[in-house]
């Protein structure tokens, strides 16, 4: 499931303060294990702040649990590709004199998912 991220916090969750995540379009959100968390901020940042507008994709897996292998949930950061231009190449408009948007990578990839 590819989800957008609307924000994060600190919460309390029974006696302990933990990371919540929260998602476009949701209102409840994930509480983010060690390995979430790190692949979020080795993707996106240690500035939870940077991480606000960014997509994942939302994910189950198993893995081992107590000598059995249960469902969980892991969050993948969705390939953010920011479109550039060479300095020498001409604006796609003005050399074809089209009014269509270029089309980049990531529309590829997300309608490949």
């Given at each position: 499931m590819r989800?957008?991220?609307?924000?994060?916090?600190?919460?309390?969750?029974?006696?302990?303060?933990?990371?919540?995540?929260?998602?476009?379009?949701?209102?409840?959100?994930l509480?983010l294990?060690?390995?979430?968390?790190n692949?979020?901020?080795?993707?996106?940042?240690?500035e939870?702040?940077?991480?606000?507008?960014?997509?994942v994709?939302?994910?189950?897996?198993?893995?081992p649990?107590?000598?059995?292998?249960?469902?969980?949930?892991?969050?993948?950061?969705?390939?953010?590709?920011?479109?550039?231009?060479?300095?020498?190449?001409?604006?796609?408009?003005?050399?074809?004199?089209?009014?269509?948007?270029?089309?980049?990578?990531?529309?590829?990839?997300?309608?490949a998912?």
């Amino acid at each position: 499931m590819r989800l957008g991220i609307a924000g994060f916090n600190k919460e309390e969750i029974g006696s302990d303060l933990k990371p919540v995540l929260y998602f476009t379009g949701f209102n409840k959100g994930l509480v983010l294990n060690r390995t979430n968390n790190n692949a979020l901020i080795k993707s996106f940042g240690k500035e939870t702040d940077d991480w606000i507008g960014k997509k994942v994709i939302l994910y189950t897996v198993l893995v081992p649990y107590k000598g059995d292998e249960v469902p969980a949930l892991r969050l993948k950061p969705k390939l953010q590709v920011e479109p550039v231009q060479k300095p020498n190449e001409p604006d796609k408009e003005e050399s074809h004199g089209s009014s269509t948007p270029p089309f980049f990578i990531d529309q590829v990839m997300e309608r490949a998912m």
